[in-house]
């Protein structure tokens, strides 16, 4: 297997050359233009600013817009808020927390709806607010619910997906920092399924030549599915299925095999021969139904990876369009019933324009899925409502704090409680909100050079839990009925949020979080900081415990700096972060209000998370 290292710098630096550049978006029905939302207040707090709006039908989103003010006017125009993330800064709900601006110094905000990713529509009448300095004591918010409530489905967006590092890995016996790389992934999809309950693994590549697919012998194609049969054995020994995503474009097939993306040069181009992909596409999918039997009926089948950026796509929009339908429709073909659809864009791009194209081609689209990173996903049920595919499902394939290979926000607790905030969003409008990617054994711009080095992996090379993974596994420990809460006080409904459940057993789950999109705060604020005062009506004299989560519990970033780990562990190093892998749950004190509810008062600092879990009576 070639060493992707030694392709390093030139796939990083072309990476960082032309992952900006959009493929064509010419020619697209423009979405419609949406008022701007009503009703937009702005709350003060200490360390931020809240602000609230009414809905706009037919928004996928909304833009959040600022303007520093010098003596009452604003100074320059109104430009949107950057809370860092590097993608769509337009946000799904009706509230936005704010803590990019300085404190003491007046700002005027104003909102614009967001019908489809490319447009932004006018600005709201702007409100002014001024985020107050820290105070001696952190403020206190308190949260009420009732354990007897009746509730509601409790929706799990985590469950569906999780993306992976190609499967072609699972073969790997090659080591990065001293570990095999093929075992470790697999322990890593293992263990998401059997701690979190995901249940299936999206990954590129899987027609790539290092699964030796199709090769032309003597001018004819020649099929082998035999490597394909080896990785998705592996993939459902540990229970979960593939999503098969057709791509990237065997080299003998391509029209241009030097058009490459990653260090392992996974062609981009459209093919040379159309019909030869398509029987190409109906040889894998008839395969894959013959030897895994009626359960294929299931796997979702997405066309390409990110066609609308020039990295991913070589041609042009129009012969992206012909590869969706010649591939959707070669799917269709072994059977009807296999799902298929795409356009597995980045930054929610080319929604519009493919749902568009099939309405003209009478191609099937069963799913919609696309990406983003650094914001929860945009709403895309008014698009699929106003282009006449209101169920089709929707899957956010890729979804993560940053789309930014080696970025320091991958590792630590800020992006646990950002994981928790976009699941929450997200949760009853999305089918599948897929964290991208499981584990750090992940090679598309290079290896790892050391254990903490900014990898999208949930899981660190050698196994080790990072913040986003535990804050999934604290997700997995909510019951299956949601209960309301209600919040009052500084940072309400906001900076802190909540997620309460009731288990089967009459036992409750609640998190709490203190979070903010804003990534410069990654390393946390002190005024940010809250008390927390939970009540809990019924549970009287019900034992409790806490599980925590922030830079001091479970933030291996934290451990490896108290252990002194240079690029990579000790053996006894290793022994000391397996030792605190997992998330230890105390005891905790709770005081009742003088009748039959419990009281428990928490500490939440920023970034921060806390799992109270409450006894059946």
């Known amino acids: 297997m070639t060493n992707v290292n030694d392709q390093q710098p030139s796939a990083r630096s072309d990476w960082e050359a032309r992952i900006a550049r959009h493929s064509d978006d010419s020619g697209v029905r423009p979405a419609p233009q949406l008022p701007p939302p009503a009703g937009l207040t702005a709350t003060a707090g200490v360390g931020h600013v809240r602000l609230s709006w009414q809905q706009v039908d037919g928004a996928a989103g909304y833009l959040v817009h600022r303007a520093p003010l010098v003596d009452g006017t604003p100074n320059g125009e109104f430009t949107p808020v950057d809370h860092l993330g590097g993608d769509v800064?337009?946000?799904?709900?009706?509230?936005?927390?704010?803590?990019?601006?300085?404190?003491?110094?007046?700002?005027?905000?104003?909102?614009?709806?967001?019908?489809?990713?490319?447009?932004?529509?006018?600005?709201?009448?702007?409100?002014?607010?001024?985020?107050?300095?820290?105070?001696?004591?952190?403020?206190?918010?308190?949260?009420?619910?009732?354990?007897?409530?009746?509730?509601?489905?409790?929706?799990?967006?985590?469950?569906?997906?999780?993306?992976?590092?190609?499967?072609?890995?699972?073969?790997?016996?090659?080591?990065?920092?001293?570990?095999?790389?093929?075992?470790?992934?697999?322990?890593?999809?293992r263990r998401v399924h059997d701690e979190i309950g995901v249940e299936t693994v999206r990954a590129h590549a899987i027609l790539h030549d290092d699964l030796g697919v199709y090769r032309e012998v003597d001018g004819q194609p020649v099929h082998d599915f035999s490597r394909v049969d080896e990785v998705y054995d592996l993939v459902l020994s540990v229970g979960l299925r593939p999503v098969v995503e057709v791509g990237f474009m065997p080299r003998d097939l391509a029209s241009d095999p030097e058009r490459t993306v990653f260090g392992y040069r996974g062609?981009?181009?459209?093919?040379?021969?159309?019909?030869?992909?398509?029987?190409?596409?109906?040889?894998?999918?008839?395969?894959?139904?013959?030897?895994?039997?009626?359960?294929?009926?299931?796997?979702?089948?997405?066309?390409?990876?990110?066609?609308?950026?020039?990295?991913?796509?070589?041609?042009?929009?129009?012969?992206?369009?012909?590869?969706?339908?010649?591939?959707?429709?070669?799917?269709?073909?072994?059977?009807?019933?296999?799902?298929?659809?795409?356009?597995?864009?980045?930054?929610?791009?080319?929604?519009?324009?493919?749902?568009?194209?099939?309405?003209?081609?009478?191609?099937?689209?069963?799913?919609?899925?696309?990406?983003?990173?650094?914001?929860?996903?945009?709403?895309?049920?008014?698009?699929?409502?106003?282009?006449?595919?209101?169920?089709?499902?929707?899957?956010?394939?890729?979804?993560?704090?940053?789309?930014?290979?080696?970025?320091?926000?991958n590792d630590g607790a800020s992006a646990a409680a950002f994981l928790l905030t976009g699941m929450r969003s997200a949760a009853g409008r999305v089918d599948a909100l897929s964290y991208w990617v499981a584990s750090d054994h992940?090679?598309?711009?290079?290896?790892?050079?050391?254990?903490?080095?900014?990898?999208?992996?949930?899981?660190?090379?050698?196994?080790?839990?990072?913040?986003?993974?535990?804050?999934?596994?604290?997700?997995?420990?909510?019951?299956?009925?949601?209960?309301?809460?209600?919040?009052?006080?500084?940072?309400?409904?906001?900076?802190?949020?909540?997620?309460?459940?009731?288990?089967?057993?009459?036992?409750?789950?609640?998190?709490?979080?203190?979070?903010?999109?804003?990534?410069?705060?990654?390393?946390?604020?002190?005024?940010?900081?809250?008390?927390?005062?939970?009540?809990?009506?019924?549970?009287?004299?019900?034992?409790?415990?806490?599980?925590?989560?922030?830079?001091?519990?479970?933030?291996?970033?934290?451990l490896a700096e108290r252990l002194g780990i240079g690029d990579w562990p000790t053996d006894e190093q290793w022994e000391a972060l397996h030792a605190a892998d997992s998330l230890p749950a105390e005891k905790v004190q709770s005081a009742t209000d003088g009748g039959d509810a419990c009281v428990i008062d928490l500490a939440l600092p920023q970034p921060g998370v806390v799992l109270v879990e409450v006894a059946p009576a």
């Open 89 to 189: 800064l337009a946000v799904p709900d009706t509230w936005y927390v704010d803590t990019t601006g300085e404190p003491g110094q007046p700002y005027a905000y104003a909102v614009a709806s967001v019908p489809e990713v490319t447009l932004t529509g006018p600005l709201s009448e702007p409100v002014r607010a001024t985020a107050e300095p820290a105070g001696a004591e952190p403020p206190t918010v308190s949260l009420l619910l009732d354990a007897a409530a009746e509730g509601s489905p409790l929706h799990r967006p985590w469950r569906p997906m999780i993306g992976s590092e190609r499967l072609s890995q699972l073969l790997c016996r090659d080591t990065s920092g001293g570990r095999e790389i093929g075992p470790e992934l697999l322990a890593a999809l």
């Open 442 to 558: 992940f090679e598309e711009l290079g290896r790892p050079p050391r254990l903490l080095h900014g990898g999208f992996g949930l899981i660190t090379v050698g196994g080790i839990a990072k913040p986003r993974y535990h804050a999934l596994w604290m997700l997995a420990q909510l019951g299956d009925t949601e209960l309301p809460v209600t919040a009052d006080g500084d940072g309400a409904a906001g900076l802190v949020q909540t997620w309460a459940s009731r288990r089967d057993d009459g036992s409750l789950a609640i998190l709490v979080w203190n979070s903010t999109l804003d990534q410069s705060r990654r390393d946390g604020a002190a005024a940010l900081a809250r008390r927390v005062r939970l009540t809990v009506d019924g549970a009287a004299g019900r034992p409790a415990i806490v599980t925590r989560l922030d830079r001091e519990h479970g933030d291996v970033t934290s």
């Open 267 to 409: 062609v981009i181009s459209p093919p040379r021969d159309w019909d030869r992909w398509a029987d190409l596409v109906r040889a894998l999918v008839a395969h894959l139904l013959d030897r895994y039997g009626e359960q294929v009926l299931g796997w979702d089948f997405e066309v390409w990876n990110e066609a609308n950026l020039e990295v991913f796509w070589s041609g042009s929009r129009e012969e992206w369009m012909r590869l969706y339908d010649v591939t959707a429709r070669a799917v269709k073909d072994v059977d009807p019933r296999i799902p298929v659809g795409g356009p597995s864009s980045a930054a929610a791009g080319w929604v519009d324009a493919l749902l568009e194209h099939v309405a003209a081609s009478g191609a099937p689209v069963d799913f919609v899925s696309t990406h983003t990173y650094g914001s929860p996903p945009l709403d895309l049920r008014p698009a699929l409502a106003r282009l006449g595919v209101p169920d089709a499902r929707i899957l956010w394939t890729e979804w993560g704090v940053t789309p930014t290979h080696f970025h320091p926000v």
